[in-house]
T-cell receptor, first 107, second 114 residues
Framework: KNEVEQSPQNLTAQEGEFITINCSYS?????LHWLQQHPGGGIVSLFM???GKKKHGRLIATINIQEKHSSLHITASHPRDSAVYIC?????????FGQGTELSVKP | EAQVTQNPRYLITVTGKKLTVTCSQN?????MSWYRQDPGLGLRQIYY???????DKGDVPEGYKVSRKEKRNFPLILESPSPNQTSLYFC?????????????FGDGTRLSIL
């Protein structure tokens, strides 16, 4: 079983929908990252959080340390949000990555 | 502009022919790392470096070498590439160890070993 599990693996949404991507982990962590990988391949760091909630534009990331769970929410989704979203946790001195959630937002 | 630059972006080569993928960052970051990304396996760390002349193995170091002679550069060397090293490779850097500061990724190098 992977130490970092994301769900769903694939997600198709209509433009404007509210989207939630989930990340569960089974190890003790000091921080959690959300990354975005566009179809061209480049990876961008969206959030780094160790507690509570962070917001940037239409993106919101939350983490519940006790439940070992994080969510990434996208409000008013847009086709340009189409990408792979990757959760990564810092544990044992390194980053452990989830397998990613492929999001497609249709106009 | 703050960036991590990898070269080449694409490479097709043959088994056994030594190759180097270069990585350079202009942000004066201490920490640099190489990852490979394979379908169904996600990103896996190959090697990392906490500072100049300090490197250490990640999860999948076999068949790879690295060096960190200068702070800005962290090349990945495949001395005798094999087909199972066909993958998408990313270099990344961060001010401190990841988890304390965000990582900045290069655009990736798609490597095909025939």
């Amino acid at each position: 079983k992977n130490e970092v599990e994301q769900s769903p693996q694939n997600l198709t949404a209509q433009e404007g929908e509210f989207i939630t991507i989930n990340c569960s982990y089974s190890v003790g962590i000091s921080a959690l990252h959300w990354l975005q990988q566009h179809p061209g391949g480049g990876i961008v760091s969206l959030f780094m959080l160790s507690s509570g909630k962070k917001k940037h534009g239409r993106l919101i990331a939350t983490i519940n340390i006790q439940e070992k769970h994080s969510s990434l929410h996208i409000t008013a989704s847009h086709p340009r949000d189409s990408a792979v979203y990757i959760c990564a946790v810092r544990a044992r001195g390194k980053l452990i990555f989830g397998q990613g959630t492929e999001l497609s937002v249709k106009p | 502009e703050a960036q991590v630059t990898q070269n080449p972006r694409y490479l097709i080569t043959v088994t056994g022919k030594k190759l180097t993928v270069t990585c350079s960052q202009n942000m004066n970051h201490e920490y640099m790392s190489w990852y490979r990304q394979d379908p169904g396996l996600g990103l896996r760390q190959i090697y990392y470096s906490m500072n100049v002349e300090v490197t250490d193995k990640g999860d999948v170091p076999e068949g790879y070498k690295v060096s960190r002679k200068e702070k800005r550069n962290f090349p990945l060397i495949l001395e005798s590439p094999s087909p199972n090293q066909t993958s998408l490779y990313f270099c990344a850097s961060s001010l401190l160890s990841p988890g304390f500061t965000p990582q900045h990724f290069g655009d990736g190098t798609r490597l095909s070993i025939l």
